[in-house]
């Protein structure tokens, strides 16, 4: 072996310091590219770490200039005239690294004529010292290096100086990459950003909402009326009935849609980390809290908050949210400053909250805060009408993203859809069309596509239960209701357009004990109208 190859002796005390300063090393440079939001400011605490840790005399990060094609100093920490560091990529050892890509090292840099800038660094002439580089490679293409000169010694192990310095290069790489991206194109962001805002707003606009039965139509009314305020809204509803797709859309629609809409299902996180969440939490909060982190509360600030199974919160919360309702404003968790708070907040549940207020799960205060404005998304079986129109929508929708050649669904099948009542609601009708497009390989789905649970009414136990007459009149009941509501309660014209006499409607809405006044345009309307009708039309009852 000559004299001059690094000795080592496996597992010295001297080592294993060794591999615990470069451990240390490693979580501080993570940290401070976490916590410093700018570039320079992040590379230069990494550059400091390591010559507090290794006793660097001089640390480097060269990046290479898209535009000029030169190598140029970006940060370092030492003793070196920065305006005199710029080459091309070849020159020097660092250029020889950017050009090939691949680490070099110097032993003894008084020997090695390659190495620049010699005569900007006075401690060359007093103290030998080695040199190693490691290239910072994005995506495969070599970007910049990590340079860093160290007091010359015999017996260093080169190599593993090479590996750990590569994974600080592979750290580094990633904070520029991510800085790159953030300002690579300002305008394009924007664009971006407000096409997609364009795009979401269409998508979740209340009127794409699948149904035009009267519960839903309902629930169109009431997402129109609350969207444009910041008023505290309460959807309440089974699981599956789309509860997410309302809280969309009551966004979109307001006047915080440039905002961001956060969301979060509290019956996801355990009990231990939601208020952390929610409020966020500062450095030595707990155990853990390496930095200070924002909650949900502060990333929607100027949006919404979507806050699903708000009755999973435990007491502990709720009474931290009571609070931000009541005031606005929170702190953080291991905090002491106060944060306003700038959110509009709807809450979603599928438990009977007014049973939660009995058994003492639920505060009663927090109950009436969010109960401002009430929406109720019905259950798929009390909407049966819009069974088929979702199915379609489905079937397109499926068709389209599995790139399959299903147009239509046929008779039987959707006889089967029909008869089933839907535990899952609009969610499990999604998931069985959605297998039904998969097993198809024709442009109809049959029946025999359909889960086994929908083979039969027998067999799922859809069956209904009520008797023939008692079901003709609920539904013939919401067919008049529906006519009666986009008629403002006109019976003749409702009669018309359901092809009857106005003696045989009114027979029928007498029939069948329907209020039809209550669907009457009120007076005030009628007195903006430029004609307002002051007598009764023909069939109708004064």
């Not at 809204?233 to 969309?248: F, Y």
């Not at 919404?304 to 953080?332: C, M, P, S, W, Y």
């Amino acid at each position: 072996m000559p004299s001059n190859a690094p000795v080592h002796a496996t597992g010295t005390p001297e080592e294993h310091t060794g591999e615990v300063r470069k451990l240390s090393t490693l979580l501080e440079a993570s940290q401070a590219l976490l916590r410093e939001p700018s570039l320079r400011p992040a590379l230069g605490a990494v550059l400091e770490i390591l010559q507090r840790h290794h006793g660097a005399t001089r640390t480097t990060v060269v990046l290479l200039n898209k535009t000029s094609r030169e190598v140029e100093l970006e940060i370092s920490a030492g003793d070196v005239d920065t305006s005199r560091v710029r080459y091309r990529p070849g020159e020097g050892v660092t250029g020889h690294v950017l050009a090939t890509g691949k680490p070099s090292v110097v032993p003894q840099v008084s020997r090695e004529p390659i190495v620049l800038n010699a005569a900007t660094r006075p401690e060359l002439a007093s103290e030998e010292l080695s040199h190693v580089s490691v290239p910072i490679t994005i995506d495969g293409d070599t970007v910049g290096a990590l340079g860093i000169d160290l007091a010359f010694r015999a017996d260093r192990d080169y190599q593993r100086a090479v590996r750990f310095l590569g994974v600080v290069g592979s750290m580094i790489a990633h904070a520029v990459k991510i800085h790159r991206l953030i300002n690579a194109d300002p305008t394009k962001l924007v664009d971006g950003n407000r096409h997609l805002r364009e795009e979401l707003k269409e998508r979740y606009d209340y009127s794409n909402l699948v149904g035009t039965s009267g519960p839903m139509r309902l629930v169109h009314q009431q997402i129109t009326q609350v969207a444009r305020t910041n008023a505290t809204v309460l959807l309440r509803g089974e699981s599956g009935t789309g509860k997410e797709l309302v809280a969309q859309a009551i966004h979109c629609n307001s006047s915080r849609a440039n905002g961001p809409l956060i969301k979060v299902n509290c019956a996801a996180l355990p009990e231990d980390l939601i208020e952390a969440e929610l409020f966020g939490y500062e450095k030595g909060a707990f155990t853990g809290a390496y930095m200070a982190k924002k909650g949900r509360f502060e990333l929607a600030e100027g949006g919404t908050l979507f806050l699903d199974e708000i009755g999973d919160l435990n007491l502990v919360a709720q009474v931290k949210l009571l609070r931000v309702l009541q005031e606005h404003e929170f702190v953080r968790l291991g905090g002491t400053k106060t944060i306003r708070a700038n959110v509009r907040l709807i809450a979603a549940t599928h438990k009977d909250l007014e049973a939660a207020l009995v058994a003492g799960t639920f505060r009663d205060d927090l109950y009436h805060r969010l109960n401002v404005f009430a929406i109720f998304i019905p259950p798929l079986r009390e909407r049966k009408t819009d069974v088929l129109l979702l199915a379609d929508h489905f079937l397109e929708k499926f068709s389209r993203e599995h790139s399959k050649k299903a147009t239509r669904l046929s008779t039987p099948a959707l006889d089967r859809l029909m008869a089933h009542q839907w535990p899952g609601n609009v969610r499990e009708l999604a998931n069985v069309i959605e297998r039904a497009v998969v097993v198809s390989n024709t442009s109809v789905v049959h029946a025999h596509h359909l889960p086994s649970a929908l083979q039969s009414a027998e067999r799922s136990d859809t069956r209904l239960t009520m008797p023939l007459q008692e079901a003709l009149d609920a539904f013939e009941r919401d067919m008049l209701q529906d006519v009666l509501r986009s008629t403002r309660g006109n019976r003749a014209e409702a009669a018309r357009l359901l092809s009857t006499t106005a003696r045989v409607f009114n027979y029928r809405v007498k029939r069948l004990r329907i209020d039809w006044r209550r669907f009457k345009v009120s007076t005030s309307v009628l007195a903006e109208s430029p004609n307002p009708r002051t007598e009764p039309g023909p069939g109708e009852e004064p």
